[in-house]
């Protein structure tokens, strides 16, 4: 009697473990990044980033330029206090939201030559009567106290009385005797007015806030420090 293996018909069979049979390996497609032809190259973008750069920083520079002023001394009108070659920086918006008062060191353009620019100091205002006698000035019949440095005038200096017109102001330099102001090219008009001088930025040893000086006729003064090319400031 032969013997039968048919195993398809055991119950008891063990049957192949599908969790170990080897999987089958299919093939994937590697992904290749192509450029997107409407995203900007990095060479746009760094140039873009360039411009915008400049674009600001010259935004930003003329926007300065409305506020400051840098000014370099050319003469020797408003010495002991300031002196030739000495840098300045002038608020060119003092004028433009205030108006002058008297001690104040501002920048004005020459009314006789526009294109140069003169340093002085503010004598007198609008409706004033300014007169200078005995190495002194009198401002409306009352001795102006100048406790700020100064030279001497030039021996018999006389000048006035004269009253101030409106909308000029009276100016002279600290040098009495060496300086071409009001007393030779008369009261200058507000339209002239630069700003006033703000910040001392040259010789370093001497840099920070300009003094200013409020001055009253007659009774004591007060001293209060007030709060890029650089233009020629012309003192004749």
């Not at 104040?104 to 294109?115: A, L, Y």
Request: aromatic content about 8%; proline content about 8%.
């Amino acid at each position: 009697m032969s013997e039968t293996t048919d195993k398809a018909n055991d119950p008891y069979a063990l049957q192949p473990d599908l969790a170990q049979t080897p999987p089958v390996l299919t093939a994937v497609a590697e992904e290749v990044l192509v450029d997107d032809p409407n995203e900007p190259s990095m060479t746009w973008m760094l140039l873009r980033e360039l411009i915008e750069t400049v674009v600001l920083s010259l935004i930003i520079f003329l926007l300065i330029r409305q506020v400051f002023q840098n000014y370099r001394i050319e003469s020797h009108s408003m010495e002991p206090n300031f002196y030739e070659g000495q840098f300045i920086l002038v608020n060119k918006l003092s004028y433009k939201i205030g108006t002058p008062a008297r001690g104040e060191v501002m920048v004005f353009h020459n009314p006789n030559n526009t294109s140069e620019d003169y340093i002085k100091r503010v004598i007198a205002l609008p409706g004033d009567t300014v007169e200078i006698r005995d190495d002194k000035v009198y401002i409306n019949n009352q001795i102006l106290d100048e406790p700020f440095l100064k030279n001497a005038y030039r021996p018999g200096t006389v000048f006035g009385p004269e009253i101030i017109p409106a909308n000029h102001i009276f100016v002279m330099g600290d040098n009495r005797g060496n300086s071409q102001d009001s007393r030779v090219i008369g009261p200058i008009d507000e339209n002239l007015l630069v700003g006033k001088a703000w910040l001392r930025l040259w010789p370093l040893p001497k840099f920070g806030l300009i003094t200013q000086y409020h001055l009253q006729p007659g009774v004591p003064t007060s001293m209060t420090p007030r709060h890029l090319n650089f233009a020629a400031l012309a003192l004749q």
